[in-house]
């Protein structure tokens, strides 16, 4: 059973480019959430998609937008990197057809350093 | 105020001896789920257990277990038996329901655990 996979492992980026991080879910799971984790913190909600559609966002500027494919995997990308969005990038899938008790399970996470 | 809490920036504990991770939240939803997660130096967080805030029974997944007090507003993860590759940063957070929208997970801080031979 294939749990959460995420590309790139570690990505270098300088300031103001674009990067796109690619997550596929567990088998079986259609809901994909991402967070972002900075140095020493604990992950922070950006957002979630379902049904190929941002279902929840958290406190992040438009810079970070998502994708879902009708396959569930899901795409985050980020506009005109500041030195600030250098983190640990990690996806999470669950089943979430309607807001449930359901586990969401993470992936290995991304790792963008922006110089 | 913060919804979740973790007091204990480092804990040490001896292989084989059991420890306690503190985690307290804040919640005004009847409804709530409390989760506790470890990510070891690779970065990638491992789901340890689950407790729902209607169940009447502290949870329980092999060696972890929850010390669930409601009135109190905590949920302490219990690791018996520590393992040398129980060494890693362990994170409680909460899901809140109905009131909250059904809000996606909050992580606290997290506590660095090490144990030592």
């Known amino acids: 059973d294939a749990g959460v996979t995420q590309s790139p492992t570690h990505l270098i980026k300088t300031r103001g480019q674009q990067v796109t991080l690619r997550c596929s879910p567990k088998s079986g799971h259609d809901t994909v959430s991402w967070y972002q984790q900075a140095l020493g913190q604990g992950p922070q909600f950006i957002f979630q998609y379902y049904e190929e559609e941002e279902r929840q966002r958290g406190n992040f500027p438009d810079r970070f937008s998502g994708h879902q494919f009708p396959n569930y995997s899901s795409e985050l990308n980020v506009n005109a990197l500041l030195l600030g969005d250098s983190a640990l990038y990690l996806c999470?899938?669950?089943?979430?057809?309607?807001?449930?008790?359901?586990?969401?399970?993470f992936g290995p996470g991304t790792r963008l350093t922006v110089l | 105020a913060q919804k979740i809490t973790q007091t204990q920036p480092g804990m040490f504990v001896q292989e084989k001896e059991a420890v306690t991770l503190d985690c307290t939240y804040d919640t005004s939803d009847p409804s709530y789920g409390l989760f506790w997660y470890k990510q070891p130096s690779s970065g990638e967080m491992i789901f340890l257990i689950y407790q729902g805030s209607y169940d009447q029974q502290n949870a329980t997944e092999g060696r972890y277990s929850l010390n669930f007090q409601k009135a109190r507003k905590s949920a302490n993860l219990v690791i018996s038996a520590s393992q040398l590759g129980d060494s890693a940063m362990y994170f409680c957070a909460m899901r809140e329901g109905p009131l909250s929208g059904y809000s996606t997970l909050t992580f606290g801080k997290g506590t660095m655990l090490l144990v030592s031979p």
């Open positions: 999470a899938s669950s089943l979430g057809g309607e807001p449930s008790t359901d586990t969401q399970y």
